[in-house]
């Protein structure tokens, strides 16, 4: 990578050192470490141990490599040198129980950091790194053990990386391999000022047998910002928690993948714009990933979205809702980053709230509130209107939940309440009411095709990947054709394409089941310009048909439903083709007796907007 270095040396190096020469106020340190590192008896860094400051190499050097607890205070840019021995003398390598923290937001160290062997217990704060003149191994920080044969045999652990910069680190921001383990990377800020063809940001485990290990790793609230290219992070072995990021890194190859036998637990996290958000590299291997909450924003290429089982974190964390994430993330990711600050203000009462009832089911779906510090949703039920009511679940979520512990015929009375992260709740929303009978449908499935989720319906899935594209737009809908529309995001949404499917899976053979689709022909404003073949589990049950000849009008929304059966595969797959141009479908529904297999728990569950009684308050 000399060609890099040489780079840099020149007109890059000028314009990055200049900008890093502005000082500003002093920001604190972050609040008190969470996620993997918070386990594994926790990450303290340089705690009950003296505290210095250092300003050149020789002192950073010095105290990072000493015995005991340390608290190293960074003050200005400390460019590291290359002496022309071997890589080990140029990075800086802390010893255990170490705490390099910046001195306002200038604090600058030009080269890396490396975590090697059985250290352990290390913090990084409020620094910006940037190895440009590629020592070490050309990261900005790197945490590696160390192997015996085949096998990492000692390895670090607990090391916090929290509100940091990394910028034009050559080889990867911060790369963990050989069993790194009990990890946290948190409100940092990741991007490049030029494309050097190697703009790789995370990598979590090497590609060898002895980088083998659990790699307990958690993201969150970090910002993937400009040239990020890939790696966001990759995934290649343990458990990572990625929660609450923000990606806009337009113009990558791809964000999130997990390889080789990796878990990513995926929660809240906003891709904005970006190619490939989330996916899988499972050639011969088994990866798994767990997406909920996400958003997609005007995203391209594949996405996972995510129905894997994957570890369960034995740690407590806070969820910001997600379309709250760039706003947060963009002003507390990163060294001058704010963190949010407890406030005793509660949220507002939930509004919106719908309710549907079926055989032992109710369903609930309401407006999702818009503080930024809101956390989740509490449903509280009364067998008598007006209460008293029973909290029946907390810790809410997504704008959903299924109660399947009611008894048919018996009337049901609930309330919602909004609480935030900092536990204030609100008031009670107003009350709905409904009486589960026998006989009726369960929602199995509730798909907003090609778009994102549109309570109660889910985003995109259940696809093939590919012969088709989706698109969203911002048009005026009219609704007054369909009884019982669904949410209009949905008919501003579409897949489209020459031939492509949707198999909803985990069903029962031969149960009787409903289809319903929604259109809306978002372009054309004739007939005969786009004509599409439908078929349900290989039956055509749509020939030649026209959504703006049946509806009359461009953007009109039309539905169609279908009794059907769930095939021997324990599936139901509709298909579209094009007869004339793409064929096109807004939002897809299936109903079936019984619900999916395995049965839902009274968790938040995606909900469906067909129903026959739906009472909005």
């Known amino acids: 990578m000399n060609w890099i270095v040489e780079r840099f040396r020149g007109r890059h190096a000028r314009a990055f050192l200049g900008a890093l020469a502005m000082s500003f106020a002093a920001v604190p340190a972050a609040s008190g470490v969470d996620g993997w590192a918070s386990m594994n008896g926790g ?5 009950g141990g003296p505290t210095v400051s250092v300003s050149n190499e020789t002192d950073l050097k010095y105290y990072a490599g000493q015995t005991g607890p340390y608290v190293i205070q960074i003050q200005g840019t400390i460019a590291l040198t290359e002496d022309g021995n071997s890589e080990t003398e140029d990075v800086v390598f802390p010893t255990s129980n170490k705490t390099f923290i910046g001195l306002g937001t200038d604090a600058t160290v030009i080269g890396g950091f490396k975590v090697k062997d059985n250290v352990g217990n290390v913090i990084f704060q409020r620094l910006t790194i940037s190895n440009v003149n590629d ?3 050309g990261d900005g920080i790197t945490v590696k053990g160390s192997i015996a044969g085949d096998q990492a045999t000692v390895h670090p652990r607990n090391i916090w990386i929290d509100h940091c910069n990394f910028v034009d680190n050559p080889d990867g921001q911060v790369d963990c391999s050989r069993a790194s383990d009990y990890i946290t990377i948190s409100w940092c800020k990741f991007y490049y000022t030029f494309d050097s063809g190697h703009n790789f940001v995370n990598l979590t485990g090497g590609a060898g047998d002895e980088d083998y ?3 307990r790793i958690a993201f969150h609230h970090n910002w993937w910002g400009a040239l990020c290219d890939q790696r966001m992070p ?3 072995f343990g458990s990572c928690h990625m929660y609450n990021n923000y990606f806009s890194c337009t113009g990558n190859e791809y964000c999130s993948c997990a390889r080789v036998t990796a878990h990513i637990l995926s929660e809240n996290n906003y891709y904005d714009g970006v190619e490939k958000p989330l996916i899988k590299d499972d050639a011969g291997f088994t990866p798994k990933i767990k997406a909920v909450g996400n958003t997609y924003n005007n995203c391209t290429g594949e996405i996972d979205y995510g129905t894997d089982t994957v570890f369960t974190p034995p740690y407590s964390y806070s969820l910001y809702p997600t379309g709250c994430v760039p706003t947060l993330v963009m ?10 600050t407890p406030d005793s203000t509660p949220p507002a009462a939930p509004t919106g709230l719908r309710i549907r009832s079926s055989d032992g089911l109710v369903a609930l779906d309401w407006t999702d509130n818009t503080e930024q510090d809101l956390q989740s949703y509490s449903v509280k039920r009364s067998t008598t209107p007006g209460g008293p009511y029973t909290t029946i679940a907390s810790d809410v979520r997504l704008r959903a939940f299924s109660d399947y512990t009611v008894v ?8 919602l309440s909004a609480v935030d992260r900092w536990s204030n709740e609100s008031t009670d929303s107003s009350e709905v009411g409904a009486t589960p009978e ?5 929602p199995a499935f509730l798909v907003n095709c090609g778009g994102d989720a549109a309570s109660p319906f889910t985003a995109d899935a259940y696809h093939s990947l590919k012969g088709s594209d989706a698109d969203t737009d911002s048009h005026t809908i009219d609704l007054s054709a369909v009884t019982d529309p669904a949410p209009t995001a949905v008919y501003r949404s579409d897949r489209r394409g020459r031939t492509f499917n949707y198999t909803f899976p985990g069903l029962t053979p031969g149960l009787d089941s409903t289809v319903r689709l929604h259109f809306s022909e978002y372009y054309f404003s004739e007939a005969g310009r786009r004509v599409t073949d439908v078929s349900i589990n290989g039956t055509l049950v749509l020939d030649d048909f026209d959504v703006y000849a049946e509806a009359g009008a461009k953007d009109k929304a039309i539905d169609r439903e279908f009794a059907t059966s769930v095939n021997g595969d324990g599936q139901i797959a509709v298909g579209f083709a094009e007869v004339v141009d793409k064929g096109l479908v807004c939002g897809i529904e299936v109903w079936t007796d019984t619900p999916p297999n395995p049965a839902p728990t009274p968790t938040p569950t995606p909900l469906a907007a067909h129903v026959e009684n739906w009472m909005l308050y």
Do not use: K, M
């Not at 990450?43 to 705690?47: D, I």
């Not at 048919?408 to 309330?415: A, E, G, I, Q, W």
């Not at 026998?438 to 369960?442: K, L, S, V, Y």
């Open 331 to 340: 002003a507390g990711a990163g060294v001058a980053g704010v963190d949010p």
């Open 213 to 215: 290990g659990d790699y």
């Open 234 to 236: 990759a995934q290649r």
């Open 43 to 47: 990450t303290t860094g340089g705690a």
């Open 438 to 442: 026998t006989g009726a449908q369960f």
């Open 408 to 415: 048919n015929d018996t009337p049901y009375y609930y309330v």
């Open 135 to 137: 020592l070490g191994e």
